[in-house]
């Protein structure tokens, strides 16, 4: 249901952009979310957006990474700027049925794509 893009390798400072997209409508009216992963790690929230454009970011990317959506909403983004060495991961892309947009919520019920890896290293 959910494919993600754009991930890659890049030096300490640099930036990528991941992008999500959805193969339904339905993808419009779903929270949106990002998550992290490195191996040995518990999967970590990075971002949500809801379907009123209300975001919310964990505090390690704030001011660093910014999450965004098109128009219709069916396809989702976070552009991540200044990147460090603590960064890298696979990427997921999450879509949650929920009144409540944040990183708090069930997302363990979410839909999930396969990921992207990105890989910060000098």
């Known amino acids: 249901h959910l494919m993600e893009s754009g991930g890659g390798s890049v030096q300490p400072g640099g930036s990528l952009r991941l992008s999500c997209v959805a193969s339904?409508?339905?993808?419009?009216?779903?929270?949106k979310a990002w998550f992290r992963q490195s191996p040995g790690t518990e999967r970590e929230g990075v971002a949500t957006i809801g379907r009123d454009g209300m975001i919310t970011y964990a505090t390690s990317v704030k001011g660093r990474f910014t999450i965004s959506q098109d128009t219709d909403a069916k396809t989702m983004s976070l552009q991540m700027t200044n990147l460090e060495a603590e960064d890298s991961g696979m990427y997921y892309c999450?879509?949650?049925?929920?009144?409540?947009?944040?990183?708090?919520?069930?997302?363990?019920?979410?839909?999930w794509g396969q990921g992207t890896q990105v890989t910060v290293s000098s």
């Open positions: 339904g409508a339905w993808y419009s009216r779903y929270c």
């Open positions: 999450a879509a949650l049925y929920t009144s409540s947009c944040n990183l708090q919520v069930r997302w363990k019920d979410a839909y």
